[in-house]
């Protein structure tokens, strides 16, 4: 990297993850180095049982490595217990899952809310940054509306809400298209855009589709566990 | 509150299983209720007994009488505050089907040793200036409608022939633990009646009420009677009127025993139930907890979601399977008459019925939040519902 280059908020160092199978060990990912600068949006593109998703779960501490370092902004999350890996999400992640994951008795207001339970913010402070959130989206008029009562598109947006509310550094989206159509897909990853340019949020996203990982400004290719290609989006 | 919003939504949201879950703990909070109720009541008699109060009956068989004379020399023992007899009359009042105690007593002396039978002054001198009078009480009243004054005719078993007494007092217990389904008449009418059918079975009682100055002197006194009447033609066990009456509870000890296994299992069997449901309820989010842990709830969050909800039905069943114990053991008591005179649901048994209900609600959610607290996320987000 050059040497005027910011601070990468991740970095990867020598990064391997294997499952044990009974005797057989199976490599997922085997040696990755990535740096991802603050402000960055990342694709990771690659085949089905690439590793792109475990590069994605490590990254956002829901996973942990077999060997290797994960740094964010200067945490090394791979030595970290696991309750410190929840602290340290909860203050530093925001999640988009493919399937939204809200949940179904809450309503979209009280789903966005659900973050704040972890920090010490009382009850109408919560509501009113979970109202700012909803806005943000575009979602304000269906707050009180629950999941079942919400398009496929409207859920991906609170489920933005949701991961944007306490105000992470880091915003990890594993296939938020994936359950979309292409034009609601569009809007979702617009939105995801507009995130980085405006609000300066970093963003990694799992993506086998080309035409999604358009919209982010790295692609990086991977097989077999490998890193083995990276390009401008 | 958010929270509390989010268990009782969560508690509801298959309302058909939850209804279902809910409908068995009240079925079985309130039979758990019912037959602790049953046994309880099996026992009221036990509970009713004085401490000051000794029972003295032939050593051989409560069947066997005893001599009047007795009764002047049991009055002198050191210890002895007052004695009294009575004798198990067991009339048929129009049908067998219409059951209730009836004694023959002295009444001056019966009366006066038991004190919680509550009968006003005039009534008490009415009953005792009428030789075929009646004292009877107020449920016993109130079961056939009898008033002041109303004949009482009883078709004799142990002492055949037909008896007409008169109803003159109508007594109140002093509380809730006071048989009210007694009648008393005159032993001495009873005895002169059958001085003059029989002869030989007059002058002889069933049993002696015996007053004591102090508790604690219970053993020695009975001692001491009995001593009065070691190798004689009618030997006598004297004993506390708790053993007494514990000891006609033993003959059913094994139906009580029965009754409380029955009691015990009705609440297992739920708590098999429960779990099921709450085993049910756990695999079905598993995603769901799997996502609150991936935005940073520790598993302790997701144990306190699982034992809430839990908790939460267990409560609901409990309260409601409570309050409709009540209804159901008034049913019962209604439907039992006279067998159980004092049958009421006490505080304790509402206290092990919340319990119970409590226990059912811990111990069912606990095997599903040891394994949601220890799932692995990555895992857990795979899973569809």
Known sequence: MPADAPVPLIRVRRLSKAYRRGEQVIPVLVDIALDVAPGDFVALMGPSGSGKSTLLNLIAGIDKPSSGTIEIGGVDISGLSEGELADWRAANVGFIFQFYNLLPVLSALDNVKLPLLLTGLGAREREERAL???????????AEHFPNELSGGQQQRVAIARALVSDPALIVADEPTGDLDRVTGEEVLDLLGRLVSEMGKTIVMVT??????????????????VLVDEAAA | MFLLKLLLKNAFRHRLRTGLTLIGLVVAI???????????????????????????????????????????????????SGVSWANWFGGIYITERNFFPQF???????????????????????????????????????RFGWKLGDPLPLRGTIYPGTWTFTIRGIYDGVDAKTDENQMFVHW?????????????????????????????????????????????????????????????????????????????????IIMAVMANTMTMTARERL????????????????????FGES????????????????????????????????????ELTMALQLVAAAAVGVVAASWPAWRMSRIDIVQGLRHVA
């Open chain 2, 188 to 268: 001495s009418l009873v005895s002169e009646t059958l001085r003059k059918r029989m002869g030989s079975r007059a002058d002889y009682v069933g049993v002696y009420i015996v007053g004591i100055d102090e508790p604690n002197n219970a053993a020695v006194v009975s001692q001491r009677i009995d001593a009065l009447f070691a190798n004689s033609l009618a030997e006598t066990l004297t004993e506390t009127e708790k053993a007494f009456q514990l000891a006609f509870v033993s003959m059913s000890e094994t139906i009580l025993v029965a009754i409380q296994a029955v009691s015990l299992i009705v609440i297992v």
């Open chain 1, 132 to 142: 700012a959130a909803l806005a943000l989206v575009g979602l304000t008029d269906r």
């Open chain 2, 30 to 80: 309130c039979a758990f209720g019912l037959l602790r109720t049953i046994v309880d009541a099996w026992y009221a008699g036990v509970e009713g007994s004085s401490s000051t109060r000794l029972i003295t009956r032939s050593n051989i068989s409560l069947t066997f009488p005893l001599p009047l004379n007795y009764a002047q020399r049991i009055r002198a023992v050191e210890g002895v």
């Open chain 2, 311 to 346: 908790l939460l039905i267990a409560a609901l069943g409990g309260v409601a399977g409570v309050a409709a114990t009540h209804p159901v053991a008034a049913a019962f008591s209604h439907a039992a008459g006279t067998l159980f005179p004092n049958f009421h649901v006490s």
């Open chain 2, 104 to 142: 023959a007593i002295d009444g001056p002396t019966y009366l006066a040793l038991y004190p919680e039978y509550l009968l006003p002054d005039a009534q008490r001198n009415a009953f005792f200036r009428d030789r075929q009078g009646a004292v009877v009480g107020r449920k016993l009243a109130d």
């Open chain 2, 287 to 306: 995603a769901e907890y799997a996502t609150l842990k991936a935005l940073g709830f520790p598993p302790g969050f997701v144990v306190g979601l699982l």
């Open chain 1, 208 to 225: 086998h589709d080309p035409k999604a990982a358009a919209h982010a400004r790295r692609m990086i290719h991977l097989e077999k566990g």
